[in-house]
């Protein structure tokens, strides 16, 4: 298959009968006993990760979801490279979760996010390929009688050296599924990479532009039923009534129900004819306390914690409150970043089919084995009579991973109408007015200098939201009440941590968390750390009358991978030079998911307020980098996410539900006021890998934040810039 579509169970059979036990990578009956586990198709498996079929396609299954990002080609290409295959023969498919579970979790983690897909799965998935190139090697040695160190594989063809003898793959995959699989598996070196590091083409491309692709949001089954649903628009509140009886008799309308404790759901023949009805639902609501916050009232409970006395440290050198007041002049600056919308464009959606027997669900999930969980949970079935089967996503940006609701809506709705698939689609309004959202942040910054103009010490105090402290208690349990995902790009170590040697320093959290709950969303907390500290790095330098590059650099000895992006993109931008006339050129970098990321841009204002971005240049060091050209597709992606969001985007809270309902009030950028974006991509040496996705999305709006103070002279300390009249054209 070469889409995808994930509409039907994936089985998998040993000789001619389905099992569901299966046979876990590294194991094979012995020879006097042969079992083969076949894929759907009749197909040897070669082990959990390659199925050769008799034609030479080579099947590569990833566990990780696709949403745009290219995540399945680049796995495909690390299975590849070590498969020795033909590239042009390579196609994917989704193992299920209920099927890893049932083969003692083989495939391990299916969780896609923390652009994590590839840098915490490379070698195992590598060292699949490999082993399934051995074996294959092994097979055809056996069938010539020869020692498989006479024999080499290349392009899915075995070939004997001394003979010249050759087999193509799918020739000996039946042989060679019957082999034990090997123990010692050696990695290529990188210098021998072929596949690694080359810009080979998606392998989903074709079927999203022929409309062959299917979406949960397309998904149709026969017999299937539709729903539609809303949920309390104030979070902690429930459902008080409704009056079923109003809409019952409508249009195509099969049952109202309520769903948990704080929703009510329409199933209809048609999906409009359940929103219709759903929308003439009357329903009463108990909103709970939560009606009275607003926006002002969560900033001022923010604001409070801005010179609170508790607070959670995330990085501290020195003694920084000494310093400070010691300083001959200090520097003092406050900043916030809002609440905002994964806003995907593909609401969220689940269809589901219960019986007392099987529950299936066909979902679009950045997270396989969550969905999983989810149903056993909402449908009470053991794991052996629960199945997800994985859709490509119409966008995730972290709202379809940890969070399942959607499921568990969908799985309940089914369960009141047993053995009848019903596909649940939330409203564009229902998804801006459920969302997990990107957690609402403050910001103090005091930077204290000596009489010399030397910073000698910094406090960073963030005031907001905790992202583990809603979803991951424990964690933050663990931290003895930090949450350590609060300091992404500023912490004192790790895959996140801060690009700058400063004397005496304190980076610090005050916990204060709202109703609203807030989520994963794409880059997470760099995006407002990135802001913070790197336009208040700006504000340091002016203050010390330095140029802004030259002064960043002499905190950045000892982090020479931050330091080679930041001199890669000024360098490009033409730093040392005087901008074109009228032009304005910021810069910002930052580590983060392991990865080294700088961006310069060069932008324009007109009548004060009318910003036109111009060109921006990022660097990224990523250690290995699997797909050059995806690499390239995922920064400019990124910044179309990051300039979006500081422009335009931002999620405000009245009477304790979210005011933006649509894409009228929630915006994105257009493709007309996207700037030219230029990737470099630093080679920084070391055996690491990095993440991609999310990374780059950070550097954007700070560089062109400082851009836009050496343009009007006017510093920007809160975010969109809509708020303050700017506009991106």
Same mark, same amino acid.
């Given at each position: 298959?070469?889409?995808?579509?994930?509409?039907?169970?994936?089985?998998?059979?040993?000789?001619?009968?389905?099992?569901?036990?299966?046979?876990?990578?590294?194991?094979?009956?012995?020879?006097?006993?042969?079992?083969?586990?076949?894929?759907?198709?009749?197909?040897?498996?070669?082990?959990?990760?390659?199925?050769?079929?008799?034609?030479?396609?080579?099947?590569?299954?990833?566990?990780?979801?696709?949403?745009?990002?290219?995540?399945?080609?680049?796995?495909?290409?690390?299975?590849?490279?070590?498969?020795?295959?033909?590239?042009?023969?390579?196609?994917?498919?989704?193992?299920?979760?209920?099927?890893?579970v049932r083969r003692k979790r083989v495939w391990g983690d299916f969780s896609t996010g923390g652009s994590r897909a590839i840098r915490t799965s490379h070698e195992y998935v590598r060292k699949g390929g490999a082993a399934a190139r051995m074996m294959l090697v092994q097979a055809a040695a056996n069938q010539w009688g020869v020692p498989a160190s006479e024999c080499t594989a290349s392009n899915?063809?075995?070939?004997?050296?001394?003979?010249?003898?050759?087999?193509?793959?799918?020739?000996?995959?039946?042989?060679?599924?019957?082999?034990?699989?090997?123990?010692?598996?050696?990695?290529?070196?990188? +210098? $021998?990479?072929? #596949?690694? =590091?080359?810009? !080979? %083409?998606?392998? *989903?491309? /074709?079927?999203?532009? &022929?409309?062959?692709? @299917?979406?949960?949001?397309?998904?149709?089954?026969?017999?299937?039923?539709?729903?539609?649903? +809303? $949920?309390?628009? #104030?979070? =902690?509140?429930? !459902? %008080?009534?409704? *009056?079923? /009886?109003?809409?019952? &008799?409508?249009?195509? @309308?099969?049952?109202?129900?309520?769903?948990?404790?704080?929703?009510?759901?329409?199933?209809?023949?048609?999906?409009?004819?359940?929103?219709?009805?759903?929308?003439?639902?009357?329903?009463?609501?108990?909103?709970?306390?939560?009606?009275?916050?607003?926006?002002?009232?969560?900033?001022?409970?923010?604001?409070?914690?801005?010179?609170?006395?508790?607070?959670?440290?995330?990085?501290?050198?020195?003694?920084?409150?000494?310093?400070?007041?010691?300083?001959?002049?200090?520097?003092?600056?406050?900043?916030?970043?809002?609440?905002?919308?994964?806003?995907?464009?593909?609401?969220?959606?689940?269809?589901?089919?219960?019986?007392?027997?099987?529950?299936?669900?066909?979902?679009?999930?950045?997270?396989?084995?969550?969905?999983?969980?989810?149903?056993?949970?909402?449908?009470?079935?053991?794991?052996?009579?629960?199945?997800?089967?994985?859709?490509?996503?119409?966008?995730?940006?972290?709202?379809?991973?940890?969070?399942?609701?959607?499921?568990?809506?969908?799985?309940?709705?089914?369960?009141?109408?047993?053995?009848?698939?019903?596909?649940?689609?939330?409203?564009?309004?229902?998804?801006?007015?459920?969302?997990?959202?990107?957690?609402?942040?403050?910001?103090?910054?005091?930077?204290?200098?000596?009489?010399?103009?030397?910073?000698?010490?910094?406090?960073?105090?963030?005031?907001?939201?905790?992202?583990?402290?809603?979803?991951?208690?424990?964690?933050?349990?663990?931290?003895?009440?930090?949450?350590?995902?609060?300091?992404?790009?500023?912490?004192?170590?790790?895959?996140?941590?801060?690009?700058?040697?400063?004397?005496?320093?304190?980076?610090?959290?005050?916990?204060?968390?709202?109703?609203?709950?807030?989520?994963?969303?794409?880059?997470?907390?760099?995006?407002?750390?990135?802001?913070?500290?790197?336009?208040?790095?700006?504000?340091?330098?002016?203050?010390?009358?330095?140029?802004?590059?030259?002064?960043?650099?002499?905190?950045?000895?000892?982090?020479?991978?931050?330091?080679?992006?930041?001199?890669?993109?000024?360098?490009?931008?033409?730093?040392?030079?005087?901008?074109?006339?009228?032009?304005?050129?910021?810069?910002?970098?930052?580590?983060?998911?392991?990865?080294?990321?700088?961006?310069?841009?060069?932008?324009?204002?007109?009548?004060?307020?009318?910003?036109?971005?111009?060109?921006?240049?990022?660097?990224?060091?990523?250690?290995?980098?699997?797909?050059?050209?995806?690499?390239?597709?995922?920064?400019?992606?990124?910044?179309?996410?990051?300039?979006?969001?500081?422009?335009?985007?931002?999620?405000?809270?009245?009477?304790?539900?979210?005011?933006?309902?649509?894409?009228?009030?929630y915006q994105s950028m257009r493709i007309a006021q996207m700037p030219k974006v230029e990737t470099i991509i630093v080679q920084g040496g070391g055996d690491t890998w990095g993440g991609i996705g999310e990374p780059t999305i950070c550097v954007a709006a700070p560089a062109v934040l400082n851009a836009f103070y050496k343009a009007t002279g006017k510093r920007i300390r809160t975010v969109p810039?809509?708020?303050?009249?700017?506009?991106?054209?």
């Open positions: 298959m070469a889409a995808i579509p994930n509409i039907s169970r994936r089985s998998f059979i040993v000789g001619s009968a389905a099992v569901g036990g299966g046979l876990a990578l590294g194991l094979r009956l012995p020879p006097f006993g042969p079992a083969v586990v076949r894929a759907a198709d009749g197909a040897p498996e070669i082990n959990a990760w390659v199925v050769i079929r008799p034609d030479d396609t080579v099947v590569v299954r990833v566990v990780r979801s696709e949403m745009g990002q290219g995540t399945i080609t680049g796995l495909a290409q690390l299975v590849a490279e070590e498969l020795e295959c033909d590239w042009s023969k390579v196609v994917i498919e989704y193992p299920t979760p209920g099927e890893s899915s063809i075995i070939t004997h050296g001394p003979s010249k003898r050759s087999l193509s793959y799918g020739k000996v995959a039946e042989a060679a599924a019957r082999l034990e699989a090997p123990k010692d598996v050696k990695l290529k070196d990188p +210098k $021998e990479w072929k #596949v690694i =590091g080359k810009p !080979v %083409k998606r392998l *989903d491309t /074709a079927d999203k532009v &022929n409309g062959k692709q @299917v979406y949960g949001f397309d998904l149709k089954l026969p017999g299937m039923l539709n729903a539609a649903i +809303k $949920e309390c628009p #104030v979070f =902690g509140g429930k !459902v %008080k009534s409704f *009056d079923a /009886a109003r809409v019952a &008799n409508l249009r195509g @309308v099969k049952k109202v129900l309520q769903v948990g404790d704080s929703a009510v759901a329409v199933v209809a023949d048609h999906w409009w004819n359940a929103k219709t009805a759903l929308d003439q639902l009357p329903v009463v609501w108990d909103e709970g306390p939560n009606a009275k916050v607003s926006s002002a009232t969560i900033a001022e409970q923010l604001k409070a914690g801005l010179d609170a006395e508790q607070a959670f440290v995330g990085n501290q050198e020195g003694n920084a409150k000494a310093a400070l007041a010691g300083a001959a002049k200090k520097i003092e600056a406050v900043y916030a970043y809002p609440y905002q919308n994964h806003a995907c464009m593909e609401p969220m959606n689940a269809t589901a089919r219960y019986t007392p027997d099987k529950c299936e669900v066909w979902v679009p999930t950045q997270d396989g084995e969550a969905s999983f969980a989810a149903v056993l949970s909402a449908s009470g079935l053991p794991a052996d009579k629960c199945e997800v089967y994985k859709i490509n996503l119409g966008g995730g940006f972290g709202r379809r991973g940890a969070f399942q609701d959607y499921v568990t809506q969908a799985v309940r709705i089914a369960k009141e109408m047993p053995g009848t698939p019903v596909k649940l689609l939330w409203s564009r309004e229902e998804d801006m007015m459920q969302g997990r959202y990107h957690p609402v942040m403050q910001c103090k910054l005091v930077g204290g200098f000596d009489s010399g103009n030397n910073l000698t010490g910094l406090h960073m105090r963030l005031s907001g939201q905790s992202i583990l402290a809603a979803v991951r208690p424990a964690i933050v349990e663990q931290q003895k009440g930090r949450d350590p995902l609060t300091f992404q790009g500023v912490f004192d170590s790790g895959e996140h941590s801060f690009g700058y040697t400063i004397p005496n320093l304190l980076i610090d959290h005050a916990m204060r968390n709202p109703h609203v709950p807030p989520g994963f969303w794409r880059g997470v907390n760099i995006n407002q750390n990135a802001i913070f500290i790197e336009c208040f790095m700006d504000e340091l330098a002016e203050a010390a009358g330095q140029d802004p590059l030259e002064f960043r650099r002499k905190f950045m000895a000892k982090h020479p991978r931050n330091l080679a992006v930041l001199n890669a993109v000024a360098e490009r931008i033409g730093w040392s030079k005087p901008a074109p006339a009228g032009m304005h050129r910021g810069i910002a970098q930052m580590k983060a998911f392991n990865s080294f990321v700088a961006a310069a841009c060069e932008i324009s204002v007109k009548d004060g307020n009318k910003v036109k971005v111009h060109r921006i240049v990022a660097a990224t060091d990523c250690g290995y980098a699997v797909n050059p050209a995806q690499i390239e597709r995922q920064v400019s992606g990124s910044f179309v996410y990051g300039l979006s969001a500081l422009f335009m985007q931002e999620c405000t809270v009245k009477d304790g539900a979210i005011e933006q309902k649509n894409f009228d009030s810039l809509k708020n303050h009249g700017i506009e991106l054209v």
